[in-house]
């Protein structure tokens, strides 16, 4: 009972980092002012346009496709596969467990074999292409290992060293109700808690904020009407008009 109340507490402790450092650089983005219209063109001169090219950058990458194939498919297969182990996930909080996350749990083994993958590509994009290697700062790197222990911890309960499915859910669904239970003694599964823990603890302070990021990005947000429409920014509406002339005698 002592080790699940350890880790409920920091679980608490950095889900509360995790949710007001987020929130606050959330914050910070909305309040920064965009003074420039400054689309990344070809770029769509509508709000429809602008919301399209949003879904196409969030969903499919867009940019990053144009930019380089492999960055792309490596950065995609391990965002999908995230994407798809964190809604796999939800079976531990709910119960009964919603009907589409047991209907998503067969493509869970195949979606984190594709995370890891994924970040394995990654890695060796920032390790071989000199180019990037020269740009890649320790941070980066720790980053993408952290994220490979995580993925491959979980690989290793999912397939090889069992833990017990019953206790943790219960332990989990303890945490949303507090109403702390006995978490397993595994150590791949305390491992695998302990990483999770610490990059929720570093999220906000780290390069991972472009996920909230890119939806405050003005090459992407902003429409490219710079002819028909004066963009003024709205710290610069406040300031006073410039006289036209000077006084003469």
């Known amino acids: 009972m002592l080790l699940g109340t350890i880790f409920a507490g920091l679980f608490y402790f ?3 980092v995790f949710l007001v450092g987020v929130g606050a650089r959330v914050a910070r983005y909305a309040r920064t002012p965009a003074p420039l219209v400054i689309p990344t063109t070809p770029a769509p ?3 429809a346009g602008v919301v399209a090219r949003m879904f196409r950058e969030v969903v ?3 940019s990053l496709f144009k930019g380089s194939k492999w960055s792309w ?3 995609w297969l391990f965002h999908f596969g995230m994407l798809i182990v964190l809604a796999q996930h939800f079976r531990y909080f709910t119960q009964p467990v919603w009907s589409w996350v047991v209907m998503i749990q067969w ?3 195949y979606a984190s074999f594709a ?3 994924g970040l394995a590509g990654l890695w060796a994009r920032r390790v071989l292409v000199d180019r990037i290697r020269y740009i890649s700062a320790p941070s980066d790197h720790l980053m993408l290992a952290l994220l490979l222990a995580i993925a491959g911890s979980g690989l290793v309960m999912k397939h090889s060293a069992h833990t017990d499915i019953v206790s943790l859910k219960a332990f989990s669904l303890g945490l949303v109700s507090f109403d702390w239970q006995p978490l397993p003694a595994d150590a791949p599964l305390l491992v695998h808690l302990s990483l999770v823990i610490i990059l929720m603890l570093i999220f906000p302070f780290s390069k991972l904020l472009h996920a909230p990021g890119v939806f405050f990005s003005p090459t992407r947000n ?3 009407n710079p002819r028909e429409h004066r963009h003024v920014a709205p710290w610069a509406k406040e300031l006073p008009e410039r006289s ?5 005698a």
Do not use: P
């Not at 036209?244 to 003469?248: K, P």
């Open 14 to 16: 950095a889900t509360a």
């Open 45 to 47: 001169t509508t709000h």
């Open 60 to 62: 499919f990458f867009e």
């Open 73 to 75: 498919l490596f950065g």
């Open 107 to 109: 493509v869970g083994s």
């Open 115 to 117: 995370m890891f993958a």
């Open 222 to 224: 902003m429409r490219d």
């Open 244 to 248: 036209g002339g000077t006084d003469g």
